[in-house]
């Protein structure tokens, strides 16, 4: 066999796998769930009716799903404030702060460690009566600010929002660590020959210089708001009363509660449409204020 045609077999082989298993893992999943998305299957049944649009318009028109995105914005507010926060950390620990390794690893640990253990440690942390809060609100003097924060509905998407801000800010500030430091030294050699303090190089070189990387951060935090289901699941169940509930929340207890993946799938369908909806208007912003 000549060697070219060894080399395209070669090539071939080697692509085909990976192409089979993300087809069969992937493409195929995503096929099944849009069709079924049309139907009224309940998960186990071989038979299931075609509805059309039927389950499209119990999400849009039902309060009860759709609403629940009221109970988000928290988690919206909370990922720009970690944004924030986190770009202010990476600035920070990239010059030449003594240990700041240290700092790094000690605010990159809570992304590591599971997201059920921090669950359950927060549910001590935020407990009414015996919680650490409380109690170190007591001890200070404050005991007026003392708080149901996971039975207070006016509360408890700020709380669970504020451990998730907590979670991953540390992963968000690592991204931006590793972008400043490829960012040229002789940018800020040339600004400061020039006359430009602190503030200015970071308003004018290094701020545009990590739009890309603030683009991708805001679109993984906001994205990662979209679909919060672990914290709410595991501390509050959705209360109480509903407050707490989140779009992902009720398409799980949909599918698995009611048995109605029809619809389930139907919801799942609109979070990954709301999801590249949002990516497009973020672009549309950042490219307007690129303009």
Known sequence: MPYARQRKLLIVTFLAIPLFLLALLTYYPAFK??????????GLSAKFNWLGLDNYREVFTNRDFFG?????????FGGILQNVIALLFAIVLNSRLRGRNGFRLLLFLPYIINGVAIAFMFQYVFDTTN????????????????????????????????????????????????????????????????????????????????TT???????????????????????TKGGPIGASETFLLKTTETAFEFNNSGLASAMSVVLLLLTIGLLGLQRLVIRGERA
């Open 213 to 235: 990387i603030i683009q991708l951060n805001l679109f993984l935090t906001l994205s990662g708001a979209l679909s919060v289901f672990d914290l709410p699941y595991i501390l």
């Open 33 to 42: 769930l849009l069709y079924y998305s049309f139907t009224d299957w309940n």
């Open 68 to 76: 629940v995105f009221v109970n988000q914005l928290p988690y919206f």
């Open 131 to 210: 919680g650490s809060l409380n109690i170190l609100l007591d001890l200070v003097g404050l005991d007026g600010l003392k708080q149901s924060w996971l039975g207070n509905a006016a509360l408890v998407n700020y709380s669970l929002a504020g451990i998730s801000l907590w979670r991953y800010m540390g992963y968000t500030m690592i991204i931006y660590l590793g972008a400043l430091q490829s960012l040229p030294n002789d940018m800020y050699e040339a600004a400061r020959i020039d006359g430009a303090g602190r503030f200015q190089s970071l308003w004018h070189l290094t701020l545009p210089s990590l």
